[in-house]
């Protein structure tokens, strides 16, 4: 136990430090889809975060949106807890025939204009999961998809350039 502890007191940190994103960058890119956000809805975006089946590693993901090194609330992106408050639905996961339903009742719930986007490989297709019994299929087999982010799981930057990408997308639509 001893000579644990002295090595433990010796040895240092065998973990690698997690990578640091440029905070500048992502500070611009939050305001962004802030400004975005603003600009096509009057106010800022609330999104309902779907698990429809997945691993929980695009969760994890997300809610670095809001921890205290991303903490993107201070530009004016909140997650919400129903959908009926909810602008965009962000839905992770191959959906599960367990999900399918709760997924369909999700959308219904949203109030119009709404926006899905696909969070994951598992999402765009089943990935790994799709031919699994237990399976409906990618997202888009289920609700109608705006927005595919692939990746397994995708960095909360790719989250982040996605909801810029897809508020982009429709603001140039109806302008
Ligand atoms: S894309 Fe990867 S991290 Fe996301 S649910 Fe599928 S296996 Fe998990």
Redo the contacts with the bound molecule.
Sequence with gaps: MRQTLLESLTHGSLTEPAPRPDEAALDELAKCVDRAARAKLGRSLSIRQVDA?????????IHALNNAFYDLERFGLRFVASPRHADVLMV???VTKNMREALERTYNATPEPKWVIA?????FDG???AESYAVAGGVKEVIPVDLHIR????SPTELLRGLLALLQHVSGETT
Excluded at 53 to 61: A, F
């Design positions: 089946g997945s691993c929980n590693g695009c969760e994890l993901e992770t996961g191959p969070v994951g490989s598992c999402a990935a790994i999961f990746g397994c799981p995708p």
